[in-house]
């Protein structure tokens, strides 16, 4: 089952794209909904009416709803409070649809307009995110691909001032200095679980869809920036079931303030 489940069939592919359509409609939702003041549980009412509306069966997951420092803890679920001005909100959510899951992270700023700090961190997160999807083709090794995720991320830091190359040059290969910033996972298989089913010392084959997410987490900056999209692996590279989902910063903005 795990060697069946990780290769998923035409019609599982597009059960899986649609989970993702309804999750993208429930986001742009979302973004003319958020403004200062509002609760994040009422983010989430939102989410879940789109879900409904389309015939989704329900989240695929708990929903985490985490404005401001909430998002530094890494399983928040609680969405009981305030969306604050000036603060970024971190969603992570997606829709279960025919029994097939959608998983995504976007991280949005409250009253439509990122600070710079915050931009210049959305930033490295998007462009780790678009670098390591490029590493994700079949042939591809789990542990190679997060070493190489983690020595992008490792630049990013080091260009944001939040590690410095001398905390690189004395790491721990073991727990390297990246982690003291983004402590989880790039990716995992998704499918009928969330997190499905799958051999971690199987090779990345055409078929297989996984997410990819990394993000940057700053509690002592008060935010975090974590980005999510669900990617399928091809014959001849990989295709993002999320591509059509606003992601660049001026585009999320434009569309908040529209
Ligand atoms: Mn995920």
């Not at 992570?92 to 992270?105: I, L, Q, R």
């Not at 780790?128 to 490029?134: A, F, G, H, Q, R």
């Not at 190679?144 to 490792?154: I, P």
């Not at 993002?240 to 434009?254: F, K, Q, R, V, W």
Request: net charge negative.
């Amino acid at each position: 089952m795990r060697q069946l489940r990780a290769i998923k069939s035409d019609i599982e592919v597009n059960l899986t794209q649609k989970a993702c359509d309804i999750t993208r409609d429930a986001f742009n939702r979302v973004l003319k909904f958020i403004k200062p003041g509002v609760m994040e549980y009422e983010v989430e009412a939102e989410i879940i009416h789109e879900f409904i509306r389309q015939a989704a069966t329900g989240h695929g997951y708990n929903p985490i709803i985490a404005s401001g420092n909430n998002a530094n803890i890494l399983h928040y679920t609680d969405n009981n409070q305030e969306c604050k001005d000036g603060e970024l909100i971190l969603l992570d959510f997606g829709a279960e649809y025919a029994n097939y899951n959608a998983d995504m992270t976007r991280t949005i700023p409250v009253n439509g307009k990122f600070t710079p700090r915050q931009k210049e961190v959305y930033n490295s997160v998007l462009y780790v995110l678009n670098e390591s999807k490029k590493l994700m083709v079949a042939g591809a090794i789990w542990n190679t691909y997060h070493e190489q995720v983690g020595e992008l991320m490792t630049e990013q830091l080091i260009k944001l001032k939040l590690i410095s190359s001398t905390d690189v040059k004395n790491q721990n290969p073991s727990y390297p200095a990246y982690k003291k910033y983004f402590m989880h996972g790039t990716s995992h298989h998704l499918g009928i679980d969330v997190h499905d089913f799958a051999g971690r010392y199987t090779p990345f084959a055409e078929g297989n869809i996984l997410t990819c997410e990394p993000g940057i987490y700053i509690p002592e900056e008060g935010f975090a920036v974590r980005l999510e999209n669900d990617i399928l692996i091809t014959k001849d590279g990989n295709y993002d079931l999320m591509g059509h989902i606003p992601i660049i910063a001026e585009e999320i903005e434009e569309i908040m303030n529209a």
